[in-house]
Each structure stands twice: as structure tokens, then as C-alpha cells.
């Protein structure tokens, strides 16, 4: 039992709890909150197998960006409590059973079938210099196809976003018109 | 259990303890002096006198404005989501905080004075108490890690404290509070981006992460009197100069002090986020306002401006903090004089400015700095 064990514990029960809490809760607010505890818990994890950059950049990127945009969400939104609707798709809940029994299948053949004792790491540090190492020598393939992946999502937002405003101007555009005409036939109709 | 004993390196963690136990007290004096300063220089600004009564000078100020803040009433309104209204100035507080132990306050193995009769009672201590200590005193480091990702851990904490913001916000349930804090992560969202882009131009000049690392890598002068700090570095000055501005400017709209005081603009807002808190919970808002600004001036020092370097700092090593908050308070300074020259930006203005001046800008001094790296590094 050594000290990293018990941190390890911790943040995993921590990640546990808090990933009950985000489909447990019915406030969207609240469930967000959970998933953060969740981010910050596996970068403490991370920390703990002495992978710093994979745990600054889960931090970063996971709970400091995206996160902030589904609460920033949530808040415009201002959604209270989830609404109790009648689900459409009634076939689904058919499939939870047999799913729920699949995962807890694979993960019962996970703990008994895979090595536990933990394998020396190679360099025992996931230190920027390593990353950037592997990153852009043996991975640069599909860390640029990666790359042009999101590139290709930010380009197809704006188009889908640009596209809207397009079909805006042009009913705004055919309102005023309409009201213009109008207005001149009232003007006819009262000369 | 032994293992687990054997495992802990305690000298490693006491001494990172007490070092953020000192620091953090240390950190509270200068935030609560801060506060101060500001009042007392936008008095100056504005011709009149402010607080000079509790002590010589009003030096006792902060710690009359504190008393007060315990022992007003702690209003928690009716409407709000309880939970997430007490949750949101400790969320707030706790990240900014954290930052504190990478800040080179100065250089790695100082003597400490009476560190090695200090180090030689403590092993004593332990002799008699049957244990074997090796401590060592003599030498400190004035920083309590140098970790290999410094400067992404700053980023990533400062990153959390919107969440205090955006919850405060959104649990005091009134239209002012959810107006500041929508505003507030937008801005934050906004200038986040610039400011993590203009400090490339910084690490492709020193070449690594490491708060410690990039302040030894700015060692030495030109000339016998240029600091070879990264502002003032040959080609690599040009970028570096241009990084600068860019992340003053992002860093006082990241802290959201004026000119870019959007989330808290009285006029509109009555105090933004924080309008429903009162007594103790305001004042952690306010202390974080103020820790905050303290850890972007570190930034700034660290990365542009050469750290705790300076003259005669290698013969004298308890200079290295000495310039170091000289360096910090220039920048604290720096903030309280444009609170009392500047107007505020419109909303628009503010947008506009983050999205289609400040990030193009930085985009293109990556560029700029990438170039001059490979041509002359």
C-alpha cells in the first residue's frame, strides 16, 4: 500500500460518485457540476501516474472550455428542472436490459481477465518534452488528420450558422416589401 | 502500513506545507494592502483624501474592513438555490488560490538565515524522540514546486474560477446577477484565447514550461546593462513586445477590471455577480478579484519582464524577491492608476475588440515568433 495508492482511491471513488451524480440528478445545472468533479478527479489521476501535460490539458481543455460552454448553456437557457416528457421512442428502453448486461459483462472480463499488477512505465513521465516528442515524430499523421477533422467542424458551423442568417435576411427582406405594398394600397385605398 | 509510511516523502511534504502556509499568508497581506493601495491612489487620482484614520496612514484599514466584513449580516435571499449560492464564492476562491504554489517568488537554494541551527534543533528533537530526521534548513528554494507544466497549470486554475462567476450568477437568481455572470464567462470565454496565444512567443524564446526554468533562462545583459529579460531579447524581442501588450490588455479583461469591467458595471448591473452576497461571501469574491490580479502580474513578471532577476541579484540572494515584487507591485499599480483614468468599454466594443483585434494579433505574432525562432534561435 503505498501513498499514491491511497490517492488514487480517493479520486477514483470521487470520480465514481460524482458520475452517479450527473445522470442521477434531474437539474441539468447539477449534473454539469458533477461532470466537472469528474474532470478535475481523472486529472488528479492522471497526476498520480506522473502524466502532468495529459492532466493540465484535461483541466484546460475539458473542464475550463467545454464545460463552461454547456453551463453557459444551461444558464441562457435558464432550464430548471428537467422536463418530464413522454418518450417517443418506447422501443429504446427495451435495449437498456441487454445493454447494461453486455457492459457489465465486458467489465467483469476486464477484471478477470487483464494483468492487475500495474506495468513500469516507460519513461515514468508524460512530461511536455515526451508528449511533443511522440506527438510530432511517430503520431504527426493523425495529429494533422486529427487537425483537419476540426478544422472541417469549424468551417461546417459557420456555413450551417451563415446559411440561417442568410434565410433570415431574405424573409425580413419579403416582410418589409409586403409591408411596403400594403401600405401603398392603403395610401390608394384612401386617395 | 510501514510501506505506506515509507512511502511519504515527509520532508518533501512538511516543508511544501509550511512554504504555502507562509506564502499564503503572506499572499493575504498583499491582497489585503492591494485593496489599500487602490483606494488610497484613486483618492490621490481623485483629489481627495480616502481611508487615513484606523492608524498611522489608515495602515490599519484592511483589518478593520475585515472585521467588518465577519460581523455583518450574512443574508442568504429567499429565492436562491442555496447550495450552489454557498458552493459559488468557494469555487471562486479555491482555484485561484492553488496557483500560488508555482510562483517563482525568487531563485532555487537561498540560505536561510539561522537555517542551520534551526534544521539542527529540529533533528535534535527527533534524536529524543527516538526518530531520525535529516532535515536541512540551511538552503531554501523561494517557490514551493517547479512543475514541468507551470505556466498550463496557472492557465488551467484561472480557468476554473469562471465557474464561481457563472454559478454565483446563475443561483442568486436575480436578473443582474445572471446578466454579470453571462457577460462575464463570455468575456472570459473571449479573452481566455488571446491571452494563452500570446505567451507562445514567450515559450519558443525559453523553450520550456517551467515558471522556474524560463526565469534562469532570462539570465545575463547586453552591453554590460540591458537584462537579457525576455522583453529586451535580440530578435526575439519584436514578438515578445507585441505578446506583451496583448496580454496586459487580455489579462485586465480576464480579471474584469476596468476598463473592461462589463460583469460588474454599476450602472447597468448594480454590482453584476455578486449583487445578492453580502458580509463574508462578498468578501471572498473580492479577495479572489484581488488574488487574481495578483497571479496575472506574476505572469506577466515571470514570463516578460525577467522574474525575481536583477542587479546584484546572483551575490545576494534575498535580493530575488525583493525585485520580484517591486516587478508585481509596478503591475498592481499599473491596475489601480487605469481604474482611475479609464472609461468603460461597451459591451460590443469589448467583443470586438477580443475577437477581431486581440486574436488575430496573437495569431499572427505566433507566426511572427515561429519565423524569427527558426531564423535565428
Same mark, same amino acid.
Given at each position: 500500500?503505498?501513498?499514491?495508492?491511497?490517492?488514487? @482511491?480517493?479520486?477514483?471513488?470521487?470520480?465514481?460518485?460524482?458520475?452517479?451524480?450527473?445522470?442521477?440528478?434531474?437539474?441539468?445545472?447539477?449534473?454539469?457540476?458533477?461532470?466537472?468533479?469528474?474532470?478535475?478527479?481523472?486529472?488528479?489521476?492522471?497526476?498520480?501516474?506522473?502524466?502532468?501535460?495529459?492532466?493540465?490539458?484535461?483541466?484546460?481543455?475539458?473542464?475550463?472550455?467545454?464545460?463552461?460552454?454547456?453551463?453557459?448553456?444551461?444558464?441562457?437557457?435558464?432550464?430548471?428542472?428537467?422536463? =418530464?416528457?413522454?418518450?417517443?421512442?418506447?422501443?429504446?428502453?427495451?435495449?437498456?436490459?441487454?445493454?447494461?448486461?453486455?457492459?457489465?459483462?465486458?467489465?467483469?472480463?476486464?477484471?478477470?481477465?487483464?494483468?492487475? =499488477?500495474?506495468?513500469?512505465?516507460?519513461?515514468?513521465?508524460?512530461?511536455?518534452?515526451?508528449?511533443?516528442?511522440?506527438?510530432?515524430?511517430?503520431?504527426?499523421?493523425?495529429?494533422?488528420?486529427?487537425?483537419?477533422?476540426? +478544422?472541417?467542424?469549424?468551417?461546417?458551423?459557420?456555413?450551417?450558422?451563415?446559411?440561417?442568417?442568410?434565410?433570415?435576411?431574405?424573409?425580413?427582406?419579403?416582410?418589409?416589401?409586403?409591408?411596403?405594398?400594403?401600405?401603398?394600397?392603403?395610401?390608394?385605398?384612401?386617395? | @502500513?510501514?510501506?505506506?509510511?515509507?512511502?511519504?516523502?515527509?520532508?518533501?511534504?512538511?516543508?511544501?506545507?509550511?512554504?504555502?502556509?507562509?506564502?499564503?499568508?503572506?499572499? @493575504?497581506?498583499?491582497?489585503?494592502?492591494?485593496?489599500?493601495?487602490?483606494?488610497?491612489?484613486?483618492?490621490?487620482?481623485?483629489?481627495?483624501?480616502?481611508?487615513?484614520?484606523?492608524?498611522?496612514?489608515?495602515?490599519?484599514? *484592511?483589518?478593520?474592513?475585515?472585521?467588518?466584513?465577519?460581523?455583518?449580516?450574512?443574508?442568504?435571499?429567499?429565492?436562491?438555490?442555496?447550495?450552489?449560492?454557498?458552493?459559488?464564492?468557494?469555487?471562486?476562491?479555491?482555484?485561484?488560490?492553488?496557483?500560488?504554489?508555482?510562483?517563482?517568488? !525568487?531563485?532555487?537554494?537561498?540560505?536561510?538565515?539561522?537555517?542551520?541551527?534551526?534544521?539542527?534543533?529540529?533533528?535534535?528533537? !527527533?534524536?529524543?524522540?527516538?526518530?531520525?530526521?535529516?532535515?536541512?534548513?540551511?538552503?531554501?528554494?523561494?517557490?514551493?514546486?517547479?512543475?514541468?507544466?507551470?505556466?498550463?497549470?496557472?492557465?488551467?486554475? =484561472?480557468?476554473?474560477?469562471?465557474?464561481?462567476?457563472?454559478?454565483?450568477?446563475?443561483?442568486?437568481?436575480?436578473?443582474?446577477?445572471?446578466?454579470?455572470?453571462?457577460?462575464?464567462?463570455?468575456?472570459?470565454?473571449?479573452?481566455?484565447?488571446?491571452?494563452?496565444?500570446?505567451?507562445?512567443?514567450?515559450?519558443?524564446?525559453?523553450?520550456?514550461?517551467?515558471?522556474?526554468?524560463?526565469?534562469?533562462?532570462?539570465?545575463?545583459?547586453?552591453?554590460?546593462?540591458?537584462?537579457?529579460?525576455?522583453?529586451?531579447?535580440?530578435?526575439?524581442?519584436?514578438?515578445?513586445?507585441?505578446?506583451?501588450?496583448?496580454?496586459?490588455?487580455?489579462?485586465?479583461?480576464? =480579471?474584469?477590471?476596468?476598463?473592461?469591467?462589463?460583469?460588474?458595471?454599476?450602472?447597468?448591473?448594480?454590482?453584476?455577480?455578486?449583487?445578492?452576497?453580502?458580509? +463574508?461571501?462578498?468578501?471572498?469574491?473580492?479577495?479572489?478579484?484581488?488574488?487574481?490580479?495578483?497571479?496575472?502580474?506574476?505572469?506577466?513578471?515571470?514570463?516578460?519582464?525577467?522574474?525575481?532577476?536583477?542587479?546584484?541579484?546572483?551575490?545576494?540572494?534575498?535580493?530575488?524577491?525583493?525585485?520580484?515584487?517591486?516587478?508585481?507591485?509596478?503591475?498592481?499599480?499599473?491596475?489601480?492608476?487605469?481604474?482611475?483614468?479609464?472609461?468603460?468599454?461597451?459591451?460590443?466594443?469589448?467583443?470586438?475588440?477580443?475577437?477581431?483585434?486581440? +486574436? *488575430?494579433?496573437?495569431?499572427?505574432?505566433?507566426?511572427?515568433?515561429?519565423?524569427?525562432?527558426?531564423?535565428?534561435?
Amino acid at each position: 500500500m503505498e501513498f499514491a495508492h491511497i490517492l488514487f @482511491m480517493g479520486f477514483a471513488a470521487l470520480a465514481v460518485v460524482a458520475a452517479f451524480n450527473v445522470i442521477l440528478q434531474r437539474n441539468p445545472i447539477y449534473s454539469a457540476i458533477g461532470l466537472i468533479v469528474v474532470l478535475c478527479s481523472l486529472a488528479a489521476i492522471f497526476l498520480t501516474l506522473g502524466a502532468q501535460f495529459i492532466a493540465a490539458m484535461q483541466i484546460i481543455v475539458y473542464a475550463g472550455a467545454i464545460m463552461v460552454l454547456f453551463v453557459f448553456v444551461i444558464m441562457l437557457l435558464n432550464v430548471r428542472e428537467e422536463e =418530464t416528457r413522454v418518450d417517443k421512442q418506447k422501443y429504446l428502453k427495451w435495449l437498456a436490459a441487454p445493454l447494461f448486461l453486455a457492459l457489465l459483462a465486458e467489465v467483469m472480463a476486464v477484471v478477470r481477465y487483464v494483468n492487475l =499488477t500495474p506495468q513500469p512505465l516507460a519513461s515514468a513521465n508524460g512530461t511536455v518534452e515526451n508528449i511533443a516528442q511522440g506527438m510530432f515524430t511517430d503520431y504527426v499523421i493523425p495529429f494533422e488528420a486529427a487537425s483537419v477533422l476540426i +478544422l472541417m467542424a469549424i468551417v461546417g458551423s459557420m456555413l450551417l450558422a451563415r446559411r440561417e442568417q442568410k434565410e433570415d435576411v431574405e424573409r425580413i427582406e419579403k416582410a418589409l416589401t409586403r409591408q411596403q405594398e400594403e401600405e401603398k394600397y392603403e395610401e390608394e385605398v384612401a386617395a | @502500513m510501514s510501506s505506506l509510511l515509507n512511502s511519504i516523502d515527509f520532508q518533501y511534504v512538511i516543508g511544501a506545507l509550511v512554504k504555502i502556509a507562509i506564502f499564503w499568508i503572506f499572499i @493575504m497581506l498583499v491582497v489585503a494592502y492591494t485593496v489599500y493601495a487602490e483606494r488610497r491612489v484613486l483618492a490621490v487620482i481623485q483629489n481627495r483624501l480616502g481611508p487615513n484614520r484606523v492608524g498611522w496612514q489608515g495602515l490599519l484599514q *484592511p483589518f478593520a474592513d475585515l472585521l467588518k466584513f465577519i460581523f455583518k449580516e450574512d443574508i442568504i435571499p429567499h429565492a436562491v438555490n442555496k447550495w450552489l449560492y454557498i458552493l459559488a464564492p468557494i469555487i471562486i476562491l479555491i482555484p485561484a488560490m492553488m496557483v500560488l504554489i508555482v510562483y517563482p517568488f !525568487g531563485p532555487a537554494d537561498v540560505p536561510l538565515p539561522f537555517g542551520a541551527a534551526i534544521s539542527h534543533a529540529i533533528n535534535d528533537l !527527533g534524536v529524543k524522540l527516538g526518530m531520525t530526521w535529516n532535515i536541512d534548513l540551511s538552503h531554501i528554494n523561494l517557490y514551493v514546486t517547479n512543475m514541468n507544466v507551470g505556466l498550463l497549470y496557472v492557465f488551467a486554475m =484561472t480557468g476554473l474560477g469562471i465557474y464561481g462567476i457563472v454559478i454565483g450568477g446563475w443561483a442568486s437568481n436575480s436578473k443582474y446577477s445572471l446578466l454579470g455572470g453571462l457577460r462575464s464567462s463570455a468575456q472570459m470565454i473571449s479573452y481566455e484565447l488571446a491571452l494563452s496565444l500570446s505567451v507562445i512567443a514567450v515559450l519558443i524564446q525559453a523553450g520550456t514550461l517551467d515558471l522556474a526554468e524560463i526565469v534562469n533562462r532570462q539570465t545575463g545583459t547586453y552591453l554590460g546593462f540591458i537584462p537579457k529579460w525576455n522583453v529586451f531579447s535580440g530578435w526575439m524581442a519584436l514578438p515578445c513586445i507585441i505578446a506583451f501588450a496583448i496580454y496586459l490588455i487580455s489579462a485586465i479583461a480576464e =480579471t474584469n477590471r476596468v476598463p473592461f469591467d462589463l460583469p460588474e458595471a454599476e450602472t447597468e448591473l448594480v454590482a453584476g455577480f455578486h449583487t445578492e452576497y453580502s458580509s +463574508l461571501k462578498f468578501a471572498l469574491f473580492f479577495m479572489a478579484e484581488y488574488v487574481n490580479m495578483m497571479t496575472v502580474s506574476v505572469l506577466a513578471t515571470t514570463l516578460f519582464l525577467g522574474g525575481w532577476r536583477g542587479p546584484y541579484v546572483d551575490d545576494i540572494r534575498w535580493l530575488g524577491p525583493v525585485y520580484f515584487l517591486a516587478k508585481v507591485f509596478f503591475f498592481l499599480f499599473l491596475y489601480i492608476w487605469l481604474r482611475g483614468t479609464l472609461p468603460r468599454f461597451r459591451y460590443d466594443q469589448l467583443m470586438n475588440f477580443g475577437w477581431k483585434v486581440l +486574436l *488575430p494579433a496573437a495569431l499572427f505574432n505566433i507566426v511572427l515568433a515561429s519565423v524569427i525562432g527558426i531564423l535565428f534561435l
